[in-house]
């Protein structure tokens, strides 16, 4: 399947909406994006999880990669991500401890606002 990405802008925050299936294969186009994303000056992001069908340890890092170079340049990053499936990922990975998760956009941008996401 085709890794799908549409970025839109909600107040302060740039939002990436993912969809498809996040493997070996599609991670350097997710990761580039996130890239010119930040390189391109965006300091609140929230990447949208909810159309995402697969993701795999290569997708992982590429998120793990773009919350460190967010925040050590004073930005934050959040993930939308309400399927069972890959919560999963994230609690037998601990990531869950890592990446502020929410299940909306909305709760994202407003635990942002409210200093709760990381």
Sequence with gaps: MELSL???TVGEHTVLEVGGEVDVY???RL???LLEL???????VVVDLGR????DSTGLGVLVGALKRLRSAGGSFALVCDKEP???????????Q???LHPTVDA?????????GA
């Design 26 to 28: 599609t991670a350097p």
């Design 108 to 116: 994202a941008i407003d635990a942002d606002a409210t200093g709760a």
């Design 38 to 44: 930040i390189d391109g000056g965006a300091r609140r």
């Design 98 to 100: 890592v990446f502020p």
């Design 31 to 33: 990761r580039e994006r």
């Design 52 to 55: 995402v069908d697969f993701l």
């Design 6 to 8: 549409a970025t839109r």
């Design 86 to 96: 890959l919560l999963k990922i994230f609690r037998i990975t601990a990531l869950d």
